[in-house]
């Protein structure tokens, strides 16, 4: 949550996480401590690195029903729907800003240092989301326990936190770490041995996997102050080859281990992934190998040091770092904070790389000055709308409808956020009759998360009116969380950005009315 302080020695060079101007050329992930790497494997990693940085961003095509990809080589061609004799209804975008689950600007009340904290508190996060809130920062400090597991009482605080952000309609990005003090004189209590920190982690599997629904992300902490992974006492400072990353990638291991498949861990760089998960800067996620449980698919980004410089204090190391993170964050989550002003920060030069970045949220009060400099030059609101995904019926096509028949329906659903959303959700079509009978017709052969930003995604369903059916009918698109413990919570369900569209009691977006006799 603290840009990277720069040691004195570096501060005479352009700072990287441990002032060198690029990594060493090594190849394969960390399997053990043992592993090493050829001639031919790292010279094939230097061509591949070229490769990747004179190769422009994939151009993504989707479609639905059925994926159609262009996405380094995978293509599967689906031919658009046929509008011939469909009822045509157009839809334009609103420009309001307004409250979506697992996306946007979110907040950081206080860090938890202690048993006897305060709770969250259902009523203050209930009233951010007139503010567009949704998300919140929960920093857990566990300084208290260098040398024991996690108290229970302390257990319990987390317990309850969870459970506020159930009840109040909100998620968290989770962290651990030790200590916010970065002095030498602290050095000793910068993070704790590790095996207690594997000690940690499975003190708090239980309610990571109770509570995974209200977890957007799980940031890897525990290394170092803050829990930022730098000035680290136990963990080698600088690391540069995988050797070195060995016991940060048994953090990592662990915490992926902990957490349900559907949700993932943010490392601060691209480079620690790469170090630890990927073969070279090439191996980046694609529509094949994205969310398939693999720890390279679960493993995701956050910069907390955004637009403050060519390497964003340390986050990058050359292009291929940024090429590398532009690419794997159409599939998984990017977030994190503004830190310093900039000319990397200007309206401009923000708005291209959330888009090129994939960024999801961002925190709403650091730094003051960047988001106030968003603010003066006019594109703060812009930001707040595309944070994330940011949905909205662009067309409409349907057939006649009679009770007992067949009614085709195409829904034309334009994504103008940064990114896609970055966790399973549910798609359904709920049809609601003159008698106020509801139909539910769940669309589990569609997967929002590749709803691409920028992107316009296809539905076409033919759905059966029930036999039964009779007088003005609504039918109604539902983008509810699939965990059944969220799933009738309209907070936790998507809102699309037409005007007269959402329904707040039920969560629903309506798609169109019709009679049947």
């Known amino acids: 949550m603290h840009r990277l302080l720069i040691p004195i020695a570096c501060m005479l060079m352009p700072f990287t996480y441990a002032c060198q101007e690029s990594e060493p050329e090594v190849e394969d992930p960390i399997e053990n401590p043992s592993d090493n790497s050829s001639d031919d494997n790292k010279e094939e990693d230097k061509n591949d690195d070229q490769n990747k940085e004179d190769q422009e961003e994939p151009k993504v095509e989707i479609t639905y029903e059925g994926h159609k990809f262009n996405d380094y080589g995978y293509q599967e061609v689906v031919e658009e729907p046929s509008y011939e004799g469909l009822t045509h209804l157009q839809f334009s975008e609103s420009d309001q800003i307004f409250a979506n689950p697992e996306r946007g600007f979110y907040k950081h009340y206080n860090n938890f240092v202690s048993a006897s904290d305060s709770p969250l508190s259902v009523t203050t996060l209930k009233a951010e989301r007139i503010n567009g809130i949704t998300l919140y920062y929960t920093g857990y400090y566990l300084s ?14 987390i317990r309850t936190n969870m459970q506020v952000l159930r009840e109040a309609g909100a998620k968290c990005i989770l962290r651990f770490a030790y200590t916010t003090n970065a002095s030498d004189s602290n050095k000793s209590k910068w993070d704790a041995k590790p095996e207690i920190v594997q000690r940690h982690i499975q003190n708090v599997k239980p309610i ?205 659903i334009k994504n103008s956020g940064f990114a896609a959303p970055v966790n399973p959700r549910a798609v359904e079509l709920v049809l609601v009759d003159g008698k106020g009978k509801k139909t539910v017709f769940e669309l589990n052969h569609i997967d929002p998360r590749f709803w691409f930003a920028n992107k316009t995604a296809v539905i076409n369903e033919t759905v059966k009116i029930p036999a039964d059916a009779s007088g003005l009918c609504t039918l109604y698109l539902n983008l509810p969380d699939p965990k059944p413990t969220l799933h009738d919570n309209p907070d936790f369900s998507i809102r699309l950005a037409n005007e007269g569209v959402w329904e707040s009691e039920t969560g629903y977006n309506k798609v169109f009315e019709f009679e049947v006799k």
């Open 208 to 412: 990571v996997q109770e509570y995974c629904d209200v977890i957007l992300c799980w940031q890897a902490g525990y290394v170092g102050v803050w829990g930022e992974w730098y000035y680290t006492n136990n963990f080698i400072m600088d690391p540069f080859t995988p050797e070195q990353h060995y016991l940060r990638k048994q953090v990592v291991d662990a915490m992926l281990e902990a957490l349900p498949t559907e949700r993932s861990v943010s490392l601060r760089t691209p480079m620690f992934k790469r170090m630890m998960y990927a073969k070279d800067y090439t191996d980046t996620l694609t529509a094949q190998t994205a969310y398939s449980g693999s720890s390279l698919s679960r493993v995701s980004c956050f910069n907390d040091c955004f637009g403050a410089g060519y390497d964003d204090y340390g986050t990058f190391s050359g292009s291929k770092t940024r090429n590398y993170w532009k690419a794997d964050t159409r599939y998984v989550v990017m977030g994190g904070e503004t830190c310093i002003v900039s000319e990397y920060c200007t309206c401009e030069q923000s708005l291209k790389d959330m888009e090129d970045y994939h960024w999801t949220y961002l925190n709403s009060g650091h730094s003051g000055d960047v988001l106030g400099r968003w603010e003066k030059d006019g594109c703060m609101d812009e930001v707040k709308r595309r944070l994330g995904y940011r949905f909205s019926f662009s067309d409409v096509y349907h057939s006649e409808a009679s009770a007992g028949a067949d009614m085709q329906v195409v829904l034309r």
């Open 144 to 157: 208290e326990y260098m040398n024991s597991d996690i108290s229970e009482d302390f257990l319990n605080l």
